[in-house]
């Protein structure tokens, strides 16, 4: 048996854990640039807030007094490597399949009514995150038993799928675009024949199924019958691309500011890859005006950069992507938006018989830089400089409570 756990409205939550005062009431997270709604409290989607632009709904948060806050990454990554602590500790195999969600193998376990209530039950308590559990014979059924045990107060957080009987009223009730491997079009081309339900794509002959969808619409059709087809992952497969970019907080004509960013969203890719033992082959820069202000001069351009010897080196890395942004900058522009994208990722470095570095000292170098680093930017290059001019506009930000010591909550005791 499987189960998919999933945090309810993961960011909210985390904002609510340190704001217990707003458990009730409406709240929603904005996104980069604080420019449109990524996360809504349930109160707030019952009052018609939704994830749209948020000048859309600016009288509702008026008039219903609807708290926002900017989008706090650095909080919502620390509260998740807490709740998939805990899971690693309650469940020997587990797959982290989101920032909010985790598969787990539940094989060996009995009475798993008792002991997914346990674990929603322990995550909740030592986390301050309510969770829902889903569990079923397959991952795919986990995933629609998850949204049952969120939806319906009557499972209280914890729906199994364990017999026919189940499978079956469960797949009536799960529209086909619900479906964990289904698409909107495939979806689509699913309504075209009658199929709106899981369960009528289930009637569905498995060669019809296999010629109109191919071999991964086939493993999901075997999935909602009950047949395992998907393993846990418990080593996330690798990246085949590493991107880290952010539209600025306001546009930009200024060179060393764009090169700030560049040099910071580089040497966050060069992280990516120390944690994940990989190297960078290539890797593309790219800047951009903003194709909405049509009353202004648009430029976009990018550039592939070959890398001589493949690396996972913040300065080499750093050093090539600046090269890369002097080809394409163009003054007189205003930018609106920067990155940094390793387009082809090994898993191991060639040597080069005329490579001046000393790989061995660079790799002492980054892995102590990383060991200090930690969970927050304590070293960083110096073309990564201090400009504030191109950080994102975060407004409604709240403080990083759980890695920033100057953050942390005071208590006052009378």
Not at 351 to 367: E, H, P, S
């Amino acid at each position: 048996m499987f189960g998919l756990i999933d945090c309810n409205n993961f960011y909210v939550s985390c904002e609510r854990v340190f704001r217990p005062d707003l458990n009730g009431k409406p709240v929603a997270v904005l996104s980069n640039n604080d420019g449109y709604i990524i996360a809504v409290s349930n109160e707030a989607k019952h009052l018609g807030v939704k994830r749209k632009p948020v000048f859309e709904f600016k009288e509702e948060i008026e008039k219903y007094n609807i708290t926002l806050f900017s989008s706090n990454y650095t909080l919502y990554g620390d509260m998740s490597s807490r709740v998939m602590s805990i899971l690693s500790q309650m469940v020997q195999n587990i797959e982290i399949y989101s920032i909010d969600e985790a598969f787990l193998d539940f094989e060996g376990h009995n009475n798993l009514e008792t002991f997914g209530k346990e674990i929603t039950h322990t995550v909740t308590k030592n986390t301050g995150i309510p969770v829902s559990l889903g569990i079923a014979s397959t991952k795919t059924l986990a995933k629609i038993a998850n949204k049952f045990a969120k939806k319906h107060k009557a499972y209280h957080n914890v729906c199994i799928i364990d017999n026919e009987e189940k499978r079956i009223k469960a797949l009536q009730l799960t529209p086909i675009e619900d479906v964990w491997g289904i698409g909107r079009r495939i979806a689509k081309k699913l309504n075209l024949y009658g199929v709106t339900t899981a369960y009528e794509f289930t009637q569905q002959s498995q060669s019809w199924v296999r010629k109109m969808f191919t071999i991964t619409g086939e493993r999901t059709w075997k999935e909602l019958k009950g047949i395992a087809c998907i393993d846990i992952e418990e080593i996330p497969p690798q990246r085949k691309q590493i991107c880290t970019s952010r539209s600025f907080g306001k546009m930009l004509t200024d060179y060393d500011n764009i090169s700030e960013a560049i040099a910071t969203h580089a040497s966050s890719c060069a992280n990516k890859l120390r944690k994940q033992k990989a190297f960078a082959n290539s890797l593309m820069v790219f800047i951009h005006t903003n194709c909405f202000r049509e009353d202004l001069p648009q430029h976009c351009q990018n550039i592939v950069i070959d890398l001589p010897v493949a690396t996972n080196d913040s300065i080499e890395i750093v050093h090539y992507a600046l090269q890369g942004l002097k080809h394409i900058f163009v003054e007189g522009f205003q930018y609106k938006k920067c990155g940094v994208i390793i387009t082809e990722i090994s898993n191991h470095s060639q040597g080069n018989l005329f490579d001046a570095v000393d790989r061995d000292k660079r790799d002492t170098l980054m892995q102590i830089i990383d060991k200090l680093n930690g969970r927050g930017s304590v070293i960083k290059l110096a073309s990564q400089g201090n400009s504030k001019e191109w950080h994102l506009k975060q407004e409604q930000l709240s403080p990083r409570y759980t890695t920033n010591w100057s953050d942390v909550i005071e208590i006052k005791c009378r």
